[in-house]
């Protein structure tokens, strides 16, 4: 079977790094489609926290760093966009993060990040549980927390109830005619005279399109060694707990070491997470689930068992390196990458949309692309 239609731009993954290329490249004109293994924006963006921790200045000279700050600016932005076009809030809240240091490990930690956060002109304040309790209602309720912890104040940290996010973003798609496709796994690219012509899919179909994009998350590996093209991507599980009360604690995102926990404005409150490499088992474990809410209760007695109401494993896209793949595949004019966002793909999505966008349309990306060229280090090569 073939589509007879031909698309400006063929979108592999419906994460939400393909559904944010798709999203600017509908704006600039193309006509865009987004094909999907699984269900649309059920793949790690959905398991996420949404946190999106402060960025550093746009002038920051590191082009990661000029990645996570146009990211943090675009989201406002596009927030208040999508809600307009679709009617969807997804709770973009600037809501500060709350960082605790109990253990001497943490304390060390934490003043590694203070120095990070003084280099990037990120601004902060030391404080203690006590202080925040008279500033932040709900904070009474971290009851165990021993007085002496240390406690620091980040107020530009911003949170997003990614789930929403996720559906604003499709509904917008879905207005502007873009072609969401369910359940239809892409099995290959067919390349001739260094192009790729036509995309193949299970169940037979066969896609056409000028551009093609693999914004696979964790799966980008395989999918683009089609095309003899290794990359360091890799999953990296995380598993997560959601709790309910009956009305929203706090409004901050509370952070110590990996777990945090981050509320939604309805009751709702997320826990999490962890790092673990076992392959593409996306699976909680009891252990795992214990360890997690032993660590959420001890830090807010209400969290009863009883208020807990799901727990779900998401599988990160990791990179060798941390950094993202944001480029063009060597020896291949018309085929696009854009994965390997690890712990920080629903922050960097935004600015990912912007740059691939640029990118693609033979501008030239706000920010330099270089450090996340496809092919780089000893773990990315042709194949
Ligand atoms: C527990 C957890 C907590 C997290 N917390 C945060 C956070 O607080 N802040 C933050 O910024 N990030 C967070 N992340 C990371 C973030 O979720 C990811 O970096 C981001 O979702 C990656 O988006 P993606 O679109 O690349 O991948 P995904 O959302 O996984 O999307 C990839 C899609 O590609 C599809 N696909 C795979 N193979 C094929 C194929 N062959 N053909 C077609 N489609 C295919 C999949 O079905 C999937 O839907 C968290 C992740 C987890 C798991």
């Given at each position: 079977m073939?589509?007879a239609?031909y698309y400006?731009l063929?979108?592999?993954?419906?994460?939400?790094?393909?559904?944010s290329?798709?999203?600017?490249?509908?704006?600039?004109?193309w006509?865009?489609?987004?094909l999907?293994a699984?269900?649309?924006?059920?793949?790690s963006?959905?398991?996420?926290?949404?946190?999106?921790?402060?960025?550093?200045?746009?002038?920051?000279?590191d082009?990661?760093?000029?990645?996570?700050?146009?990211s943090?600016?675009?989201?406002?932005?596009?927030?208040?966009?999508?809600?307009?076009?679709?009617?969807?809030?997804?709770?973009?809240?600037?809501?500060?993060?709350?960082?605790?240091?109990?253990t001497?490990?943490?304390?060390?930690?934490?003043?590694?990040?203070?120095?990070?956060?003084?280099?990037?002109?990120?601004?902060?304040e030391?404080?203690?549980?006590g202080?925040?309790?008279?500033?932040?209602?709900?904070?009474?309720?971290?009851?165990?927390?021993?007085?002496e912890a240390?406690?620091?104040?980040?107020p530009?940290?911003?949170r997003?109830r990614?789930?929403?996010?996720?559906k604003a973003?499709?509904?917008?798609?879905?207005?502007?005619d873009?072609?969401?496709v369910h359940?239809?796994?892409?099995?290959?690219?067919?390349?001739?005279?260094g192009?790729?012509?036509?995309?193949?899919c299970?169940?037979?179909?066969?896609?056409?399109?000028n551009?093609y994009?693999a914004a696979?998350g964790?799966w980008?590996?395989?999918?683009?060694?089609?095309?003899?093209?290794?990359?360091?991507?890799?999953?990296?599980?995380?598993?997560?707990?959601?709790y309910?009360?009956?009305?929203?604690?706090?409004?901050?995102?509370?952070?110590?070491?990996?777990?945090?926990?981050?509320?939604r404005d309805?009751?709702?409150?997320?826990?999490?997470?962890?790092?673990?490499?076992?392959?593409f088992v996306?699976?909680t474990?009891?252990?795992?689930?214990?360890e997690?809410?032993?660590?959420?209760?001890?830090l807010?007695?209400?969290l009863?068992?009883?208020?807990?109401?799901?727990?779900?494993?998401?599988?990160?896209?990791g990179?060798?390196?941390?950094?993202?793949?944001?480029?063009?595949?060597?020896?291949?004019?018309?085929?696009f990458?854009?994965?390997?966002?690890?712990?920080?793909?629903?922050h960097?999505?935004?600015?990912?949309?912007?740059?691939?966008?640029?990118?693609?349309?033979?501008?030239?990306?706000?920010i330099?692309?270089?450090?996340?060229?496809?092919?780089?280090?000893?773990a990315?090569?042709?194949?």
């Amino acid at each position: 079977m073939s589509d007879a239609k031909y698309y400006d731009l063929v979108v592999c993954g419906g994460g939400v790094i393909g559904l944010s290329i798709a999203y600017q490249c509908v704006k600039k004109g193309w006509t865009v489609c987004v094909l999907d293994a699984g269900e649309i924006g059920k793949g790690s963006s959905w398991a996420g926290a949404g946190i999106l921790p402060a960025g550093a200045s746009v002038d920051a000279l590191d082009p990661l760093e000029q990645l996570r700050a146009l990211s943090h600016e675009l989201h406002p932005l596009w927030a208040a966009e999508l809600l307009e076009s679709t009617g969807i809030d997804n709770e973009f809240r600037r809501c500060g993060g709350l960082y605790l240091a109990r253990t001497r490990a943490e304390r060390a930690t934490l003043r590694a990040n203070c120095s990070w956060w003084d280099e990037h002109g990120i601004a902060y304040e030391q404080s203690t549980i006590g202080q925040m309790s008279q500033c932040l209602a709900g904070m009474k309720s971290l009851t165990l927390v021993e007085p002496e912890a240390e406690c620091w104040w980040v107020p530009g940290d911003c949170r997003v109830r990614n789930p929403r996010h996720l559906k604003a973003l499709q509904k917008a798609l879905h207005q502007l005619d873009v072609d969401l496709v369910h359940n239809t796994s892409v099995t290959g690219f067919r390349c001739e005279n260094g192009r790729v012509q036509r995309l193949t899919c299970e169940g037979g179909r066969t896609v056409f399109g000028n551009v093609y994009c693999a914004a696979s998350g964790a799966w980008t590996s395989a999918l683009l060694s089609n095309v003899g093209v290794a990359t360091g991507i890799m999953p990296v599980r995380g598993q997560m707990l959601l709790y309910k009360l009956a009305s929203s604690a706090f409004s901050c995102v509370i952070n110590e070491g990996h777990r945090y926990l981050v509320p939604r404005d309805d009751g709702h409150l997320l826990v999490g997470s962890c790092e673990e490499e076992v392959g593409f088992v996306a699976e909680t474990t009891q252990e795992k689930i214990n360890e997690l809410h032993e660590w959420a209760e001890g830090l807010m007695p209400a969290l009863t068992e009883n208020r807990l109401v799901q727990s779900w494993a998401g599988l990160r896209p990791g990179s060798f390196d941390s950094y993202p793949y944001m480029g063009k595949v060597p020896g291949v004019e018309n085929l696009f990458v854009a994965a390997g966002h690890f712990r920080h793909g629903l922050h960097w999505s935004t600015a990912t949309g912007l740059l691939m966008q640029q990118l693609m349309f033979g501008e030239t990306p706000d920010i330099d692309l270089e450090p996340f060229r496809v092919l780089r280090g000893n773990a990315a090569s042709r194949v």
